[in-house]
């Protein structure tokens, strides 16, 4: 039999002062940049929407966990009687994402009240329903015990333990409690009994299978990092090279097999020449690929990322950074091929996307990653929950017509409570619940800021800062160094912003070195604490062209300033006006005005457009994109057509 028995936690660099966030790396490991060790977002925009996230959207969670029966499953399968709820083989892995978020908005001091006590009883929850030999998948040990392991393509179940691990993760950082990370390390351990890269224990050939749904790999690479066990790196490399070699072609329903391409076992990620089918499954495949390529520094593994990333950013992104433009399939298209109202742009998709840019944007450096992590935050990811936290989108359309249809069900272009595949809003959750650790990283040479977000970000070499904004409302950013190392040069980073066409920047009066360099402006000196640098990124209201290779949008218009993309809403424009009859004047004056009554304080941009029927000019007042969908059912749309 496999040895079952957790290790103790790991010390040392990737110990208690490593990054406490979602991704802590070994030492050494092959990468550019390291997380920020501490990271608070204590005010400002992004921290109005995480006390959202803490207030109203984690703690429904349990409840709305209880109504779809997902509860149900774990005390039924500890309790061993009764039947599975649900209409998803992978229901646990909507508790495994709750509790990963629950468990870094316990970071945040103070932590929602009783939220401690209900992530323990869901932990005591979990563990109970784990078997003797690890196994924990409540659909196939309460209804379909007989089918364990044999439907990888559809069965999730190496994709629920992918989050039980992640959870488990975050718990154990968060709280330095250890019951759940043993239950995902027993799991772990039994997985790699079955399908790891060597023979059984008892000399016998191991599965040669792969799961449906990519994200275990991601999720192993970090088990490696909190436990320093070695076969858990190895098991993520080995299931990430089994991909694209047919597995899932073998012995599945053939009315449902939706292709190889759609879960990326078509060809070996090495030589796969662009992103396809599943949007989340390839990007969670993409995420575990480059955490493995930053604790092995395999060179053709990055090079396929590099090639793979910008092949989805240059060529199968919308301008929100939303990705999948396919309903059937929930799947990436051809090149190009970005229908604005057909767009399907999953909520978790964006997620994915941010999770990936971010691991190739601490595995090179480069800031082209950082861009669009920034995009698809401000846009395509935050667009999927509701202003009050209670109501979510798990499709992210760029235009909804006048008359449309209203439709109800998951993939409906209104906001929601739940959904019957509720993939996407604990997913939002944990990243909220994450994201000050998606802001700052560091080097042994200093500090470098991919996103503005006032809080405080402290690297493990010794520099830390302050940072105060009114970002993205307004472009001045003050960093006040509070440390840095005393006997030596440090280089603070700042990004610019792909879209900013001017700034300008303050430095301390004295000596230093400022240059610009890739996107990153790097101010070098000796540092005093207290001394404080203002950057001012100029927040110009933008006239956006598509590429003309984009057939739907072709002649068409969006409204940008600064990181925020922008829509018209029927709500907001004179009566009887369609969206579907207006165009945007090009020379038209364009004003932005701040209007802390609306939608929760937004600056609107106000234009002037012209009606298509007669050539008579009509004012057109555009609202951020992300805040959507909070009043009528109207018409809405991204891109607009020129006059």
Known sequence: MPDLTPPSAPQGPQGPQGSQGPIRLRSPAHNALRPAATARITGGFWAARRHTNASVSIPQGPARLEQAGNL???????????????????????????????????????????????????????????????YLQTYYQVARPDRRWSELDWGHELYCA?????????????????ELLDVAVRFAAHIDSLFGPDTTSEGAAKKHGICGHPEIETALVELYRETGERRFLDLAGHLTDRRGHGLLAQGIDRARDPGPAYWQDHLPLRKAPTVTGHAVRQLY??????????????ATLREALERLWHSMAGTKTYLTGGVGARHEGEAFGEPFELPPDRAYAETCAAIASVQWSWRMALLTGETRYSDLVERTLYNGFLSGVALDGDRWLYVNPLQVRDDHEIRTGDQAPRRTPWFSCACCPPNVMRLLASLPHYVASGDADGLQLHQYATGSYATDTGGAVTVGTDYPWKGRVTVTVDAAPADRDWTLSLRIPSWCAEFTVAAPDRQDRTEADGGWLRIRRRWLPGERVVLDLALDVRLTEPDPRVDAVRGCL????????????????????????????????????????LLGGVTVVTTTGRRRSDGTPAPLTAVPYYAWAHRDEGAMRVWIPRS
């Open 558 to 597: 969006a409204i940008e300033r600064g990181p925020l993309v922008y829509c018209l809403e029927s709500a907001d424009q004179p009566v009887g006006l369609r969206l579907d009859a207006v165009a945007l004047i090009t020379d038209a004056r364009t004003v932005a005005e701040h209007r802390p009554d």
């Open 285 to 298: 495949l993409l995420a575990g690929a480059a955490d493995l390529t930053m604790e092995t520094g395999d």
């Open 72 to 134: 149900a499953n774990l005390r039924a399968a500890a309790q061993g009687a009764g039947a599975f709820t649900g209409d998803f083989p992978f229901q646990d892995s909507d508790v495994h994402k709750w509790l990963e978020a629950a468990s870094w908005q316990l970071a945040d001091e103070p932590g929602p009240q009783g939220l401690a006590a209900e992530v323990e009883r869901l932990v005591s929850l979990v563990a109970a329903a784990q078997d003797p030999d690890g």
């Open 162 to 178: 992918g989050h039980l691990i992640q959870a488990a993760v975050a718990h154990h950082r968060t709280t330095g409690r250890r």
